[in-house]
């Protein structure tokens, strides 16, 4: 008995034999599959054609992909005339999709591009035809346009050519109307040019002054080598003259004489090499200076106190200077002999001692009427002390201003008072009677720095021991609380051993 085949099998024998056909209807079964997977290849290709343009409208096309999109609009051109029968709208992605104007022959038609001539356009339907419009019905099929080359100049580039020439000349007139400034550059620039050759210049000025004056002053044969056995910062014989702490400030030093344990000169001149400084000093002038101090020996000076300074520099003095806060006063020209120019003052501990410091030759060198005028006109102040703060107690002060470089011997006359007034302060004694006067005044000042020096002591130490004990508070802020507990109990024990009473222990006999 013949088997029954299965239903499966019934159903798997036409399948098959449609998708794998035997005998010489193979080839031409092949042959309509190629045809159709070609067909739905170029359809592929064509739509990637048009999503391409879509997606890159407004960039440039290269040169070599040309020909293939003349392929394509030659197709499209071709499958419009086709569809002319059918009134179709253009459709815009940039624009929202509605009915055409009901009325157009109201409305003045809108250009998108100028340069397109209007027998181009294709014709507008009529607004008979579109009684019931739907949006979506014809959105997506091209249109017929113009092909035409673009046209590009040797100077021109694609980009260019294909630029709005309204927003190029919008651009140009931007342009033109708002030109860019350089003035703040220009400025700047200008004010760092001339800040640095000020620099250069004012330095080499400042130092040109300090090397007239060293070189009038301190080389061989003047006046402080004469004067004094070592000069200048360093030991040996190449030492240099000057030392240069900055680019107005230079010292000079000298020692080796008697009645003195050396000279310090110090000479401040203007900051020459700062722009702002020298624009400063066209407002407010200033004056170069140069300073003298002269460290006097212990035994060399006695209790003298006096300055002598111009009228108003005097009167800042004695309010400002300690000593002669505590112990001078302004003296009153005498009547009896030849006294400083009317534009100096003298402040002194007591007349004695100021009579007898300007004597007949410092008057007729420089603080008399005629040789002042002359020779006078660099003299600011002198200070003469044995109560100065700091290490040198006993001092010569002289302050002077400075010439320019090609007149430096205008000042000899008062740099010549430096070694008078050495030795005129080491040989000076007071007599007694004026030594009566001074000494309490002394006495008294002395135990005044004591007290200010007693109370600076007990300020050190309470301020010391509040600092140690807030080392300490911080110290047992961290300790544990089993800590703290031990070094109560040591500190109670130490307490009560400290309140018991003291037991002397003797030896019988």
Not at 19 to 47: E, K, M, N
Not at 176 to 205: D, H, Q
Not at 370 to 398: R, T, Y
Request: hydrophobic residues 35%; contains cysteine.
């Amino acid at each position: 008995m013949a088997k029954r085949p299965s239903s499966s099998s019934l159903w798997f024998t036409p399948i098959s034999s449609l998708i794998f056909p035997r005998g010489s209807d193979t080839l031409w079964y092949l042959i309509a599959l190629l045809s159709i997977f070609s067909l739905f290849l170029h359809h592929l290709s064509r739509s990637s054609l048009v999503l391409a343009d879509s997606h890159f409208e407004g960039f440039d096309v290269d040169d070599d992909n040309i020909d293939e999109t003349l392929d394509t609009d030659d197709s499209l051109q071709q499958l419009n005339t086709r569809l002319r029968s059918t009134p179709l709208t253009r459709s815009d992605s940039e624009t929202h999709h509605g009915p055409p104007d009901p009325q157009p022959t109201n409305a003045a038609p809108q250009q998108s591009e100028p340069s397109q001539p209007a027998a181009d356009l294709p014709p507008k339907p009529s607004s008979t035809g579109f009684d019931y419009w739907d949006e979506d019905e014809f959105e997506g099929l091209p249109i017929e346009q113009p092909s035409e080359t673009p046209k590009f100049t040797d100077n021109a580039t694609p980009a260019e050519s294909n630029s709005d020439p309204n927003i190029v000349e919008k651009s140009k007139n931007v342009d033109v109307s708002r030109p860019r400034s350089y003035t703040v550059e220009i400025v700047c620039v200008t004010f760092l040019v001339m800040f640095a050759i000020n620099y250069f210049t004012g330095k080499k000025e400042n130092e040109n002054i300090a090397l007239a004056w060293a070189a009038r002053f301190a080389t061989k044969d003047a006046i402080f080598e004469k004067n004094f056995s070592f000069l200048g910062v360093g030991e040996g014989d190449d030492s240099p003259l000057l030392l240069k702490e900055g680019q107005n400030v230079f010292k000079f030093y000298a020692s080796g004489r008697r009645y003195c344990q050396g000279l310090l000169a110090t000479m401040e001149l203007k900051s020459r090499h700062d722009l702002i400084s020298r624009m400063y000093n066209l407002v407010v002038p200033c004056k170069d200076e140069i300073s003298f101090e002269v460290y006097m020996n212990d035994d060399a000076m006695d209790n003298v106190i006096f300055a002598v300074a111009k009228k108003k520099a005097a009167k800042g003095m004695q309010k400002e200077v300690r000593d002669l806060q505590k112990h001078a006063n302004l003296v009153s020209p005498p009547s009896n002999r030849k006294w400083v120019v009317e534009e100096l003052a003298v402040i002194s501990e007591s007349k004695e001692v100021a009579g007898d410091l300007i004597t007949e030759t410092v008057l007729d060198q420089v603080f008399g009427d005629k040789a002042f005028e002359k020779f006078g006109k660099g003299f600011i102040s002198m200070h003469f002390s044995d109560q100065h703060l700091g290490k040198h107690k006993k001092m010569l002060q002289f302050k002077f201003a400075l010439p320019d470089a090609n007149h430096m011997a205008d000042m000899a006359r008062l740099v010549a008072l430096i070694p008078y007034y050495i030795d005129f302060i080491g040989r000076y004694k007071l007599s007694s009677q004026a030594r009566s006067k001074t000494e309490p005044a002394r006495v008294k000042a002395a135990q005044e720095a004591y007290k200010e020096y007693q109370n600076a002591r007990q300020e050190a130490l309470q301020r010391k021991k509040a600092e140690r004990k807030k080392i300490m508070e911080e110290t047992e802020a961290k300790l544990s609380a089993e800590a703290l507990r031990k070094k109560e109990a040591k500190e109670r024990a130490r307490q009560v051993k400290k309140a018991m009473p003291k037991v002397k222990m003797t030896r019988a006999h």
